[in-house]
């Protein structure tokens, strides 16, 4: 009779403290909001601030707005927040300027979509427009764009 040999393996281990603590959730950068029109001003307000911070470098508007699992689709390509921080970080670029023309906000309970446009202009005098519709969340009380959709919509020169 053959006898096996089985491998044995010996666990030690520290005692483990149990945290009666729960897990903090990340603060949310935006301010509380109570009522809807506090929500429906506060979203109008953050697309405003988005749009004329495409032509400066203040990425803070954007770092506040946008959730981390953020997406953009933006010119045929799939951006994430990580991305749009740093665009928005690096500065302007060709824009000179980025005006919001208007900002519609519909409720779909813990759901907002906003869709609206802005006029741009670039270095050289070019004018266009951008087209877009955010989808914005509400989770743990924080409103922020988990996806995004820009279209851009060339305009004749001046």
């Given at each position: 009779?053959?006898?096996?040999?089985?491998?044995?393996?010996?666990?030690?281990?520290?005692?483990?403290?149990?945290?009666?603590?729960?897990?903090?959730?990340?603060?949310?950068?935006?301010?509380?909001?109570?009522?809807?029109?506090?929500?429906?001003?506060?979203?109008?307000?953050?697309?405003?601030?988005?749009?004329?911070?495409?032509?400066?470098?203040?990425?803070?508007?954007?770092?506040?707005?946008?959730?981390?699992?953020?997406?953009?689709?933006?010119?045929?390509?799939?951006?994430?927040?990580?991305?749009?921080?740093?665009?928005?970080?690096?500065?302007?670029?060709?824009?000179?300027?980025?005006?919001?023309?208007?900002?519609?906000?519909?409720?779909?309970?813990?759901?907002?979509?906003?869709?609206?446009s802005e006029t741009w202009t670039k270095k050289g005098g070019k004018l266009?427009?951008?087209?877009?519709?955010?989808?914005?969340?509400?989770?743990?009380?924080?409103?922020?764009?988990?996806?995004?959709?820009?279209?851009?919509?060339?305009?004749?020169?001046?």
């Amino acid at each position: 009779m053959r006898l096996a040999l089985l491998p044995f393996v010996l666990v030690i281990s520290a005692p483990v403290e149990a945290s009666t603590a729960p897990a903090e959730a990340p603060a949310c950068p935006a301010p509380e909001l109570i009522t809807q029109q506090d929500v429906e001003r506060y979203i109008v307000e953050s697309e405003d601030a988005w749009a004329e911070s495409v032509a400066t470098n203040d990425a803070s508007v954007v770092k506040r707005i946008l959730a981390d699992d953020f997406i953009w689709v933006l010119d045929g390509k799939v951006v994430d927040k990580k991305t749009a921080v740093k665009w928005a970080a690096a500065g302007p670029g060709e824009f000179l300027s980025n005006k919001p023309d208007y900002v519609h906000v519909r409720f779909f309970g813990d759901t907002a979509v906003a869709q609206g446009s802005e006029t741009w202009t670039k270095k050289g005098g070019k004018l266009g427009k951008f087209v877009w519709t955010d989808t914005w969340v509400k989770r743990a009380d924080c409103w922020q764009i988990v996806n995004a959709q820009d279209t851009v919509v060339p305009l004749p020169a001046k």
